[in-house]
């Protein structure tokens, strides 16, 4: 182990600047009198197509600011690899994700008081949605006016994003102008986490007005790849550094944030995980916790392709003339737009309660391998995921160093009742029936994924394994509870330790019914308070 920096201890180190990690840099360090450490593995947040809201379509090829990460071979899927970006760079995936803003529906926190997750129930998250939200339309009982994450309606939207909307309502779903209002079902325009028509990560948030504090110091490039401890209180973190090793000391807590991967990675390196594998590795164990890593969800998603016959969609605007329209007039234009611009959250035949358990977001744009892969020609495509999936995954090391990515075991249709398969049919179906509506006719041209609008349910499911991929919400490897079995406690502190919490998506008991960013900000906003001991709101 390095010897410990000589720089003076810091009270607080958060490792990650990600969604949650920003959060609580700026709010640990409104205290004057503590110090905050905050360690990022990724670069400054320089990048112009991270703050160009459409530069997100070119951002999936910038591995400098992205862990790449790839799913171990998935049985229910064909045994394809399925790649999952995550944001490595200050603002973590809130930097490169689709802006859209979602928080899900009052029972989805409910559930996680139910199952555990005492303090976290709707009533008690409400209020730090509404602390961390400064919405553009205003503050109201649902919505916060002022907080730091500025969330607006998109400055330019493509027609094609028009007619998707009036194709739901020809199918019988109400049009809907605020997902996080006392409605979520139906179809409209999302709104973003943008300010000014660009992108407001958690970085541009929270981290810019806070970082001239003189108590807050923020490393960059700075790879965490131990915990260390003093029997089995938390006091410091070992990284990495222009190919140096720190060891940094915490007095009071080391906070992780490092995401729904590498937060378990981070504790499976630093001894806290199932003992028998922590060995296999060579790692000495602090403490034998058997679901760090497990209990993996995400949302597995579905994308129906289909040409245009007329050229209004993205696919043949010059990336470049886009960037000059939107930096020469004023952040306006398609620069502005987040590319899925609308969607929709629908209640299918098969849902068990009122909610709606299906997700739509429609891209006026031909997007197949997450826009890895151009295809020629014009056209449009609608993502549908089944929110609420039954099936469970798990992250796993594969070898002791942090250098070496972790392995993603998603499971993805692996319930043992078949029910996500069943659920992922109904998002296949009802896309190809919203392609079928009048409003697409003067659009409508051949099918391409999948090849043919007549498919039986047998050939869709066959499509749905060859071609479904993730729409990015991994969740719950470190999960919150009250049981002994859950990794973190209701107040996140680390099962077996002390001096130790984990702070990010990765405490989520299930998925909730939407995007993850805001509920990720409102689970930072919220830990602040308990890391604080102020009362919570
Ligand atoms: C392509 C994409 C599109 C998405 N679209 C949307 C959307 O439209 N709306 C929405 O609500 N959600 C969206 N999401 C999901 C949402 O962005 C994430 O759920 C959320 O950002 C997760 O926040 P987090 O704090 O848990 O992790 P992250 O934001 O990923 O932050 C983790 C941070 O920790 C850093 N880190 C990790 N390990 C270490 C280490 N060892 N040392 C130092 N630093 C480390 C990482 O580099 C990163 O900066 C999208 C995600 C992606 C990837």
């Given at each position: 182990m390095p010897p410990v920096s000589p720089a003076a201890a810091f009270d607080y180190i958060i490792i990650g600047a990600g969604s949650a990690g920003c959060v609580l840099a700026n709010r640990l360090s409104e205290d004057p009198d503590v110090k905050v450490l905050l360690l990022e593995a990724g670069p400054r947040d320089w990048h112009p197509f991270i703050h160009m809201p459409a530069g997100l379509a070119k951002l999936v090829g910038q591995k400098g600011v992205n862990w790449d990460y790839d799913t171990s071979p998935e049985p229910q899927l064909d045994n394809r690899v399925l790649w999952w970006p995550r944001?490595?760079?200050?603002?973590?995936?809130?930097?490169i994700n689709a802006m859209c803003y979602i928080r899900g529906v009052p029972r989805d926190y409910d559930d996680w008081a139910?199952?555990?997750?005492?303090?976290?129930?709707?009533?008690?998250?409400l209020p730090y949605f509404r602390r961390s939200e400064g919405n553009s339309r205003g503050a109201d009982a649902l919505h916060g006016g002022d907080g730091p994450l500025s969330v607006s309606d998109l400055r330019y939207t493509n027609p094609l994003s028009q007619v998707f909307v009036e194709a739901g309502r020809q199918a019988g779903l109400a049009r809907n102008d605020d997902f996080?209002?006392?409605?979520?079902q139906g179809v409209g325009l999302y709104q973003v986490t943008q300010r000014d028509g660009a992108r407001c990560s958690s970085a541009v948030a929270y981290l810019d007005p806070a970082k001239?504090?003189?108590n807050l110091t923020v490393h960059t490039g700075a790879l965490a790849s131990r915990i260390?401890?003093?029997?089995?209180r938390a006091n410091g973190v070992v990284y990495s550094a222009f190919g140096k090793a720190f060891h940094q000391q915490a007095t009071r807590?080391?906070?992780?944030?490092?995401?729904?991967?590498?937060?378990?990675?981070?504790?499976?390196?630093?001894?806290?995980?199932?003992?028998?594998?922590?060995?296999?590795?060579g790692i000495d164990v602090v403490a034998d916790a058997a679901n760090v890593g497990r209990n993996l969800q995400d949302h597995l998603d579905i994308c129906t392709l289909q040409h245009s016959t007329q050229r209004v969609t993205y696919d043949r605007v010059g990336d470049l003339q886009i960037a000059f329209n939107y930096f020469l007039r004023g952040h306006s234009g398609p620069g502005s737009s987040?590319?899925?611009?609308?969607?929709?959250?629908?209640?299918?035949?098969?849902?068990?309660?009122?909610?709606?358990?299906?997700?739509?977001?429609?891209?006026?744009?031909?997007?197949?391998d997450h826009g890895r892969r151009r295809l020629k020609g014009d056209g449009y495509t609608l993502h549908a995921c089944f929110l609420r999936p039954r099936s469970r995954g798990r992250i796993a090391l594969a070898s002791n160093r942090a250098s070496d990515k972790a392995r993603i075991e998603a499971?993805?249709?692996?319930?043992?009742?078949?029910?996500?398969?069943?659920?992922?049919?109904?998002?296949?179906?009802?896309?190809?029936?919203?392609?079928?509506?009048?409003?697409?006719?003067a659009y409508r041209g051949a099918p391409i994924f999948p090849a043919r609008n007549d498919l039986s349910d047998t050939e869709l499911v066959e499509f749905i394994r060859a071609k479904a991929e993730t729409v990015y919400h991994p969740i719950g490897s470190c999960r919150m509870g009250s049981d002994e079995a859950s990794v973190v406690d209701p107040e996140l502190r680390v099962r077996g330790v002390e001096g130790l919490r984990v702070v990010d998506a990765s405490v989520m008991p299930t998925l909730i019914g939407g995007n993850t960013n805001a509920p990720t900000i409102m689970i930072a906003e919220r830990a602040a308070d308990l890391i604080r001991g102020l009362p919570t709101l």
């Amino acid at each position: 182990m390095p010897p410990v920096s000589p720089a003076a201890a810091f009270d607080y180190i958060i490792i990650g600047a990600g969604s949650a990690g920003c959060v609580l840099a700026n709010r640990l360090s409104e205290d004057p009198d503590v110090k905050v450490l905050l360690l990022e593995a990724g670069p400054r947040d320089w990048h112009p197509f991270i703050h160009m809201p459409a530069g997100l379509a070119k951002l999936v090829g910038q591995k400098g600011v992205n862990w790449d990460y790839d799913t171990s071979p998935e049985p229910q899927l064909d045994n394809r690899v399925l790649w999952w970006p995550r944001g490595k760079v200050l603002g973590g995936s809130s930097s490169i994700n689709a802006m859209c803003y979602i928080r899900g529906v009052p029972r989805d926190y409910d559930d996680w008081a139910a199952q555990g997750a005492i303090g976290w129930d709707w009533a008690s998250a409400l209020p730090y949605f509404r602390r961390s939200e400064g919405n553009s339309r205003g503050a109201d009982a649902l919505h916060g006016g002022d907080g730091p994450l500025s969330v607006s309606d998109l400055r330019y939207t493509n027609p094609l994003s028009q007619v998707f909307v009036e194709a739901g309502r020809q199918a019988g779903l109400a049009r809907n102008d605020d997902f996080n209002g006392p409605q979520q079902q139906g179809v409209g325009l999302y709104q973003v986490t943008q300010r000014d028509g660009a992108r407001c990560s958690s970085a541009v948030a929270y981290l810019d007005p806070a970082k001239a504090r003189a108590n807050l110091t923020v490393h960059t490039g700075a790879l965490a790849s131990r915990i260390t401890f003093d029997r089995h209180r938390a006091n410091g973190v070992v990284y990495s550094a222009f190919g140096k090793a720190f060891h940094q000391q915490a007095t009071r807590e080391v906070i992780l944030c490092g995401g729904a991967i590498n937060s378990p990675q981070l504790l499976m390196l630093s001894g806290i995980g199932p003992a028998a594998e922590l060995r296999r590795h060579g790692i000495d164990v602090v403490a034998d916790a058997a679901n760090v890593g497990r209990n993996l969800q995400d949302h597995l998603d579905i994308c129906t392709l289909q040409h245009s016959t007329q050229r209004v969609t993205y696919d043949r605007v010059g990336d470049l003339q886009i960037a000059f329209n939107y930096f020469l007039r004023g952040h306006s234009g398609p620069g502005s737009s987040n590319i899925a611009e609308a969607g929709g959250f629908v209640r299918s035949p098969l849902a068990p309660d009122e909610r709606a358990d299906i997700q739509l977001h429609f891209v006026p744009a031909m997007l197949d391998d997450h826009g890895r892969r151009r295809l020629k020609g014009d056209g449009y495509t609608l993502h549908a995921c089944f929110l609420r999936p039954r099936s469970r995954g798990r992250i796993a090391l594969a070898s002791n160093r942090a250098s070496d990515k972790a392995r993603i075991e998603a499971n993805y249709l692996s319930d043992a009742e078949g029910f996500d398969l069943k659920m992922m049919l109904e998002c296949a179906k009802l896309s190809r029936e919203l392609f079928g509506q009048p409003a697409f006719d003067a659009y409508r041209g051949a099918p391409i994924f999948p090849a043919r609008n007549d498919l039986s349910d047998t050939e869709l499911v066959e499509f749905i394994r060859a071609k479904a991929e993730t729409v990015y919400h991994p969740i719950g490897s470190c999960r919150m509870g009250s049981d002994e079995a859950s990794v973190v406690d209701p107040e996140l502190r680390v099962r077996g330790v002390e001096g130790l919490r984990v702070v990010d998506a990765s405490v989520m008991p299930t998925l909730i019914g939407g995007n993850t960013n805001a509920p990720t900000i409102m689970i930072a906003e919220r830990a602040a308070d308990l890391i604080r001991g102020l009362p919570t709101l």
